[in-house]
């Protein structure tokens, strides 16, 4: 993750804080809850929804990070994707 922009970075970090100091969930807990029909695949949308309840606010950086997260640009992010 270092060819993001600082703000985009700054998204991650919350999210990071979201998940494992105020969910305290790991990884793959925290994959299992926000892939909510369990296709083991996490949708744009759904990711999208877990960074709207991180951090409010900065579009652009959230637009920015489902462009980098999204490795194979199938519309999911899948478990190596997001860890
Ligand atoms: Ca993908």
Redesign the pocket.
């Known amino acids: 993750m270092s060819d993001i922009t600082p703000g985009a970075q700054k998204v991650l970090n919350l999210l990071g804080k979201y998940i494992y100091e105020d969910m305290k969930l790991t990884i793959e807990s925290a994959f299992g809850i926000f892939d909510y029909d369990g296709s083991g ?1 996490i949708k744009l949308s759904e990711f999208l929804d877990l960074l709207h309840r991180a951090c409010p606010g900065m579009e652009n950086e959230k637009k920015e990070i489902l462009e980098v ?10 478990i190596n ?1 997001f860890a």
Do not use: C, R, W
């Not at 997260?69 to 899948?78: A, H, L, Q, V, Y």
């Open positions: 695949e997260m999204d490795k194979d640009g199938s519309k999911t992010i899948n994707e």
